[in-house]
């Protein structure tokens, strides 16, 4: 029931930023936490950052200090802000949540259709 719609990637040279969202829109009664992921070819999807619904925030080692995840509640929206990127960040890069919705008496998970990102040498 729940639809994820990511905007934000695209191709940046070595050390340029971009910026994430992505807006989750439904029979939307709650969201606990708010996740972004991503998938280089050949290899398996890996958690980039977690934030949940007070705030708190967890990152993938290779992208602490350089990636800043956050989120609008009243948009139920999650932002991942991306510095000083690197060509290892290449990948496909997709939201994830875990929302109460209408028709379900506990919280499911939920995927965006990903957003590719292309860091050049």
């Known amino acids: 029931q729940v639809q994820l719609v990511e905007s934000g990637g695209g191709l940046v040279q070595t050390g340029g930023s971009l910026s994430l969202s992505c807006a989750a829109s439904?029979?939307?009664?709650?969201?606990?936490?708010m996740a972004w992921y991503r998938q280089a070819p050949g290899k398996q999807r890996e958690l980039v950052a977690r934030?949940?619904?007070?705030?708190?925030?967890a990152y993938a080692d290779s992208v602490k200090g350089r990636f800043t995840i956050s989120r609008l509640n009243a948009k139920n929206t999650v932002y991942l802000q991306m510095n000083s990127l690197k060509p290892e960040d290449t990948a496909t890069y997709y939201c994830?949540?875990?929302?109460?919705?209408?028709?379900?008496?506990?919280?499911?998970?939920?995927w965006g259709q990903g957003t590719q990102v292309t860091v050049s040498s």
């Open positions: 934030i949940i619904s007070d705030g708190v925030t």
């Open positions: 439904g029979s939307i009664f709650s969201i606990d936490a």
């Open positions: 994830n949540v875990d929302a109460l919705t209408r028709g379900f008496i506990t919280p499911r998970e939920y």
